[in-house]
């Protein structure tokens, strides 16, 4: 869940693009959120289309407008694990090292 972008929505499991269509997903080899430096990754779209024009109608389409300290959260039965927004960077399709451990807990 991230407040500020009204974006509430269940992380699925997997990449590919039959999930990113749906909504965003978990990296294969990320871990899950918990205790630990835990690496917690997963992708969305940033923008959708419709009948051939961009739309906003992906989950990450205003990640841009997060600020430093705006809160990021995710939940499974037993907890709620919440994120402070740092920064947002962008990198290559083939660029692994973001999911690699940072050496502390991160989303």
Same mark, same amino acid.
């Given at each position: 869940?991230?407040?500020?972008?009204?974006?509430?929505?269940?992380?699925? +499991?997997?990449?590919?693009?039959?999930?990113?269509? *749906?909504?965003?997903?978990?990296?294969? &080899?990320?871990?899950?959120?918990? %205790?630990?430096?835990?690496?917690?990754?997963?992708?969305?779209?940033?923008?959708?289309?419709?009948?051939?024009?961009?739309?906003?109608?992906?989950?990450? &389409?205003?990640?841009?407008?997060?600020?430093?300290? +705006? *809160?990021?959260?995710?939940?499974?039965?037993?907890?709620?694990? %919440? &994120?402070?927004? *740092?920064?947002?960077?962008?990198? %290559?399709?083939?660029?692994?090292?973001?999911?690699?451990?940072?050496?502390?807990?991160?989303?």
């Amino acid at each position: 869940m991230i407040p500020k972008l009204k974006l509430n929505t269940p992380v699925l +499991d997997g990449t590919e693009l039959s999930v990113l269509n *749906r909504g965003v997903g978990l990296f294969d &080899y990320a871990q899950l959120p918990g %205790e630990g430096n835990r690496n917690v990754s997963i992708a969305g779209h940033r923008n959708g289309r419709s009948g051939g024009r961009i739309t906003d109608r992906a989950p990450f &389409y205003y990640i841009d407008t997060l600020t430093d300290g +705006d *809160r990021l959260y995710l939940r499974d039965d037993k907890h709620v694990y %919440e &994120y402070v927004y *740092r920064t947002t960077f962008i990198v %290559e399709p083939t660029d692994w090292a973001p999911i690699y451990s940072q050496g502390f807990s991160c989303l």
